[in-house]
């Protein structure tokens, strides 16, 4: 009996606590073992992630930066500048690599001027994959690499004043994105709305200005208020010119393409014998500068508003530019080492890209000879003009001068 019993005290309690102080070893051996293993490839994967990171996020900057400068659209630089840039944008990828700040350095990185450089436009990248939420944060909102805004500033006129060169001009500058063609919008097309209108303008990134022009806006009375309901504090450019030149040259164009239209004398008067002037003209119309500006400072105060003056935008068109870009908090970049005066066209020209062989002038739409004016026309148009003028200078705060421009059709006069 007591064989029996001491045999069933053998097989039943000491093999169990055995057996259960075997099984818990093996149980923390596996799980030191899987521990291990979890850190080691934790490990590896945040390493591979961190480095597919810096690669991508580097190569994608390069992309950017060639996609929103590419040197043909955005003209000449200057020397100092191109060096200057290419420093910089060295500097700020060594940061990318040794900075394990991404974020901040990669926001820096982004505001960076960059240089038309062989170096970039030349450089292929490898594809690489991301996860998500790392594409949205390096790739701000759109595929073009920055976002789609309504303008911050707009050059609302006048026709034939000067505003494609100012254009021109403006766009060399690598803080101004700006529409080529006019997008007319407050005046024709109005209805499509403003996510139309947006779609229309280009990408940009922090720091940018998103720009249109369109002359017609200044002469057009639902233009003002148009605009005040999108965005009251945007800024407004208006280029003017002696009404009289500029109607000429109004008259020039539609001439180029209506040769058939009676003569600049006949649709300037109402009665030439009376000496009446035909103020419904279009042509002498919009030369009222004074009408149109007081429907526009219903809504915007002269502080948001910034004229320039057409006859030295031709003279002293770096003087202009940096009036501009001051009234637009740019740094003032566009100098006159940008421009030269083109003799045949009569008016100053870009001067040509890094990558090009030939200089950036307007089109053969400017720069036309004006017809020959009978000079008493001329004379009765500036008298006519003159009160109007005075009262521009009023509103303004400027003198624009124009009434010592005895002959605005002088030999040789261009539009």
């Excluded at 490898?126 to 309504?150: A, I, M, Q, W």
């Excluded at 947006?198 to 017609?216: C, F, V």
């Excluded at 309901?229 to 180029?256: C, E, F, H």
């Excluded at 940096?322 to 009234?327: E, L, P, T």
Aim: charged share 25%.
């Amino acid at each position: 009996m007591a064989f029996w019993s001491s045999t069933s005290f053998f097989t039943s309690k000491v093999p169990r606590k055995i057996l259960f102080m075997f099984t818990l070893s093996l149980s923390v051996t596996y799980l030191f073992y899987s521990l291990m293993s979890c850190y080691n490839s934790f490990q590896f994967q945040e390493n591979y992630v961190y480095q597919a990171r810096l690669v991508t996020e580097e190569t994608t900057f390069v992309t950017l930066r060639e996609k929103l400068y590419p040197t043909s659209s955005q003209g000449y630089f200057d020397e100092e500048i191109i060096e200057s840039s290419a420093t910089e944008q060295t500097i700020a990828v060594s940061s990318l690599r040794n900075n394990a700040g991404l974020e901040e350095s990669t926001a820096a990185w982004a505001r960076v001027p960059a240089a038309p450089t062989s170096s970039v436009s030349g450089y292929q990248h490898p594809e690489f994959s991301t996860t998500d939420s790392e594409h949205r944060r390096v790739v701000n909102c759109t595929s073009d690499y920055g976002e789609k805004k309504l303008p911050q500033a707009i050059i609302i006129g006048v026709k034939k004043g000067g505003t494609r060169a100012l254009l021109e001009a403006l766009r060399v500058h690598p803080d101004v994105r700006a529409v080529g063609n006019e997008p007319h919008f407050f005046d024709r097309n109005y209805e499509k709305g403003l996510d139309w209108y947006r779609e229309l303008m280009p990408s940009t990134l922090e720091g940018q200005i998103t720009m249109e022009k369109t002359p017609s806006y200044f002469v057009t009375n639902s233009a003002p208020k148009r605009i005040h309901s999108m965005a009251r504090d945007i800024k407004l450019i208006i280029v003017v010119r002696n009404p009289v030149t500029r109607a000429i040259s109004d008259y020039t164009q539609t001439l180029s393409k209506r040769p058939e239209i009676p003569t600049f004398e006949v649709l300037a008067f109402k009665n030439r014998t009376l000496g009446l002037i035909d103020a419904s003209w279009s042509a002498l119309r919009i030369g009222i500068y004074a009408l149109h500006l007081e429907s526009w400072m219903q809504y915007f105060p002269l502080s948001q508003m910034h004229f320039v003056s057409g006859e030295r935008l031709i003279v002293d068109p770096a003087g202009e530019m940096a009036k501009v870009q001051d009234f637009l908090g740019l740094k003032g970049i566009v100098t006159d080492k940008h421009f030269y005066f083109n003799k045949t066209k009569g008016f100053p020209c870009l001067k040509k890209p890094e990558d090009s062989s030939t200089p950036r002038c307007l089109g053969k739409s400017k720069g036309r000879t004006h017809p020959k004016i009978d000079p008493d026309v001329i004379r009765r148009l500036h008298k006519f003009y003159k009160p109007f003028n005075m009262m521009f200078y009023q509103m303004t705060g400027q003198n624009f001068q124009w009434e010592l421009e005895e002959d605005g059709n002088s030999p040789g006069f261009r539009d």
